[in-house]
């Protein structure tokens, strides 16, 4: 059968080839950290390493390296079980709750990935008396987890608050409005405008969920997320977010929200209810992340200095990049093939980015994401600029 439609999926694969859409993946033959080795034709290449979420540099942090190697020694290698049967351990309710109390959240319900949170929490919450309202660049996850459910679907341009009013009145004959935001766009280091979106929540008797994953760990006084950031923790009903970014860079997702948000997606979310749990070492070592987190704010400062170093000395070096405070910086190169090609120069130039372009972006809105780490040196920030500069030409 497969012999039927191998050419169709080969000529599928040619054309994103040749549209210079094509994602290739790099092989990395050391731990994730600001300079990394990557496999060549010619052996492994030294690079700095500019495109991962290690916000906070942690991914190979020495200490999160021995908390893991005890958490293995103390609760082993995986759980072969999803929670409600036997698959959860003290790990994974002190992590619950820790992470809820950081969040400024009732209860925390752990998941595999962020994806897997997205992807439990509408069609648990929403039926066809209601409505969710999205804005138009959220995250795929957040996409794919509202087709899961049957309430009635509504959008609104990015971050367009006139907009969004617009669609809470369409909505206003639902039994349930729960409007949904990523807290960062991830294509754009752009802040959703929260203070806002909980007004008009409020104004309109909607509900409000967050995808913080770009932004717990870094942003706001303490680095618990945009909601932080906008003084909202306490009108943010639902915030789902991952612990494989700034949280230490391993896997795992979770949903913090109201006690019975909680309590309900425990008893009804698909993907909690039918996947296993996640790692115990995860968890325990997340918990030492927050441990580091709460502890000090040099990397959160570290990552700060390092943002408006490089955001200023691109600006001054004539780049286009998108205005921000965020440490993701998009240079926007429009071109999708250019994206690609000005991505392989900067490999050259010893700078590991990568070109993003239709469909990750709109057509025409290609660019090269860069991102920022508490891990790089001043050094390492301005031989990026220089990196990019040899490439421009």
């Not at 492994?44 to 979420?53: K, T």
């Not at 390296?65 to 020694?73: C, G, T, W, Y």
């Not at 969710?132 to 509202?146: E, F, K, R, T, Y």
């Not at 580091?292 to 040099?298: E, F, L, N």
Request: charged share 25%; glycine share 8%.
């Amino acid at each position: 059968m497969f012999d039927d439609i191998r050419d169709d999926l080969r000529a599928t694969l040619d054309e994103i080839a040749s549209a210079g859409l094509l994602k290739p993946e790099r092989v990395i033959t050391t731990p994730q950290r600001a300079g990394i080795a990557v496999s060549a034709a010619d052996g492994p290449r030294e690079v700095l390493n500019f495109c991962a979420n290690n916000y906070l540099g942690l991914a190979d942090h020495p200490e999160l390296v021995a908390a893991a190697k005890e958490a293995l020694d103390r609760w082993g290698f995986g759980m072969a079980s999803v929670r409600f049967i036997c698959g959860t351990q003290e790990v994974h309710k002190e992590l619950e709750a820790r992470l809820a109390e950081f969040l400024g959240q009732e209860d925390a319900v752990l998941y595999s990935s962020c994806f897997d949170a997205n992807g439990g929490v509408f069609e648990t919450l929403l039926d066809d008396r209601d409505a969710v309202i999205s804005d138009a660049l959220n995250h795929a996850s957040i996409i794919d987890g509202i087709r899961l459910c049957k309430a009635r679907r509504l959008r609104y341009a990015n971050r367009d608050m006139a907009e969004l009013e617009a669609r809470l009145k369409e909505a206003a004959d639902a039994r349930r409005k729960l409007i949904v935001t990523d807290g960062v766009f991830s294509m754009d280091g752009y802040f959703a405008p929260l203070d806002e979106i909980c007004d008009l929540a409020e104004r309109y008797g909607a509900m409000v969920m967050v995808d913080d994953s770009h932004a717990v760990g870094f942003i706001g006084d303490n680095g618990a997320g945009t909601p932080e950031l906008y003084g909202v923790r306490d009108r943010v009903d639902i915030i789902t977010g991952t612990l494989g970014k700034a949280l230490g860079g391993a896997s795992g997702g979770y949903t913090a929200a109201r006690k019975e948000i909680g309590e309900l997606l425990r008893q009804r979310s698909r993907p909690y209810l039918f996947s296993n749990s996640l790692a115990p070492v995860i968890a325990a070592t997340s918990l030492r992340v927050l441990d580091m987190i709460s502890g000090s704010s040099d990397a959160r400062e570290r990552l700060r200095a390092n943002t408006e170093r490089f955001r200023t000395r691109m600006t001054e070096a004539g780049f286009d990049i998108l205005p921000g405070h965020h440490p993701i910086v998009p240079v926007m190169i429009g071109d999708a093939a250019e994206a690609g090609a000005m991505a392989d120069r900067l490999l050259e130039q010893g700078v590991y980015v990568i070109g993003f372009s239709y469909p990750v972006v709109p057509h025409g809105q290609a660019r090269i994401r860069v991102q920022l780490s508490a891990a790089h040196s001043t050094e390492d920030v301005d031989r990026a600029v220089e990196a990019f500069v040899t490439a421009r030409g």
